[in-house]
């Protein structure tokens, strides 16, 4: 009963370097999201997709993109890591378009230097 | 203006006592409303949700909603250590998806 797995939990990253977050859930949930979460901030939405198949952008989408592999996948893609996108990293599931709240990963905290 | 705005904290409460954590929404189309508890170096964890106005008990919490005032409130009684928290707010449009607050950071002193 795993609920929601990211995988990596910590990465450091060289500026310029690129990397994919993988996360995956078991609950036969339709929607999942990608946040991130800097000091103090609460979370801001980066990408997320309704249902499989789609995809939109979130309020700070510049610098990453995503990929809904199927029902249960959705991996976040830094292509080139900027200083400014050291965060942590949530991805999260819903059941129906965020109608019942999410359930979290346990987040992956990505330093880039 | 912030589409969401939880008080800025941090709150303290004695052990026993009850904790109320406030938050206001700009969207007069929102439609569900959350809280999350998390605590540090964790992920978030849904402990409550409300869809309609007036109060919604869940053991020691309870969640308050009044659309007309676009406000939703959290009341914690015989507040415990381990309620010791960060405490987000989060908000529902049509759009399928939660906007958050930036929390607020509450400890219990025993």
């Known amino acids: 009963n795993a609920g929601v797995t990211q995988t990596p939990k910590f990465q450091v990253l060289k500026t310029g370097q690129s990397m994919t977050l993988q996360c995956a859930q078991d609950?036969?949930?339709?929607?999942m999201y990608w946040y991130r979460q800097d000091p103090g901030m609460g979370l801001r939405l980066i990408y997320y997709s309704a249902s499989e198949g789609t995809t939109d952008k979130g309020e700070v989408p510049n610098g990453y993109n995503v990929s809904r592999l199927n029902k249960r996948e959705f991996s976040l893609r830094l292509e080139s890591a900027a200083p400014s996108q050291t965060s942590v990293y949530f991805c999260a599931s819903s059941e129906v378009e965020a109608h019942y709240g999410y359930t979290f990963g346990s987040g992956t905290r990505l330093t880039v230097v | 203006q912030k589409e969401v705005e939880q008080n800025s904290g941090p709150l303290s409460v004695p052990e026993g006592a009850i904790a109320s954590l406030n938050c206001t929404y700009s969207?007069?189309?929102?439609?569900?409303f959350f809280w999350y508890r998390q605590y540090s170096g964790k992920s978030p964890e849904l402990i409550m949700s409300i869809y309609s106005n007036g109060d919604k008990e869940d053991g020691r919490f309870t969640a308050q909603l009044n659309k007309a005032s676009q406000y939703v409130s959290l009341l914690i009684r015989d507040s415990q250590p381990s309620d010791s928290a960060t405490y987000l707010c989060?908000?529902?449009?049509?759009?399928?998806?939660?906007?958050f607050g930036d929390g607020t950071t509450l400890t219990v002193k025993p």
């Open positions: 989060a908000v529902n449009t049509n759009a399928g998806k939660s906007t």
């Open positions: 969207d007069r189309g929102s439609q569900s």
């Open positions: 609950m036969n949930h339709n929607s």
